[in-house]
């Protein structure tokens, strides 16, 4: 799921504003056609959804806008009587504060996502951190013991790599390290690890 969340992640925001357009409209466009009788909210969380994980929270936010703003005028043009007419903008208010709530919600989430990748990624390499490698590793030598198969380790050492960050400066040797990881990580498999242990 991680996987397909990331490769969704790399479409253009363009893509994203698009679908998530024709996907509000249609919503709409159905509301309507169904009547007021029937409650469409959940389905306008799926726009509100898109835009606030694919594009921004701050679109998210104008989308929840939108989205009770067309729930109203659809609720108006479908004919929704109520006892007074304060009861349409009571109602707009409590669907923008629930879309508000999802875009909140959804914002945490990504958050959370974030800090977990930063929490096992090493930031200079991009590869697994030292502290993540010993789960990982462990995890490794229990299944090599279980089911009685060889575990390879190898350890790289950059030599002479104090004299790099000296001549050059550390962004540079922190370009060299990344360069190295990006090499091993592209020539070995994917079940492979590489981590940054120095």
Do not use: C
């Not at 409209?25 to 409650?39: H, Q, R």
């Not at 969380?45 to 835009?51: C, G, H, N, S």
């Amino acid at each position: 799921m991680t996987n397909l969340i990331t490769a969704l992640e790399k479409a253009s925001r363009g893509l994203w504003i698009t679908v998530g357009l024709i996907l509000l409209f249609a919503v709409g466009v159905l509301d309507y056609l169904t009547g007021y009788e029937l409650s469409f909210s959940l389905f306008y969380l799926i726009p509100i959804a898109l835009f606030s994980w694919f594009v921004s929270s701050r679109l998210g936010v104008a989308v929840s806008f939108i989205s009770a703003g067309l729930w109203l005028v659809v609720d108006i043009l479908a004919g929704a009587r109520y006892s007074h007419p304060a009861i349409y903008f009571w109602n707009s208010l409590i669907r923008l504060g629930f879309f508000h709530l999802t875009v909140l919600l959804i914002s945490l989430g990504k958050a959370l996502e974030r800090e977990k990748t930063f929490a096992r990624t090493d930031y200079t390499t991009g590869t697994t951190n030292t502290r993540f490698f010993h789960v990982l590793a462990q995890r490794e030598i229990d299944r090599s013991a279980r089911h009685q198969t060889p575990l390879t380790v190898a350890f790289v050492d950059v030599d002479d790599f104090k004299s790099i960050n000296d001549l050059f400066g550390h962004m540079s040797g922190d370009k060299v390290l990344g360069t190295i990881a990006g090499n091993m990580q592209r020539h070995l498999r994917k079940t492979d690890l590489v981590a940054r242990r120095g």
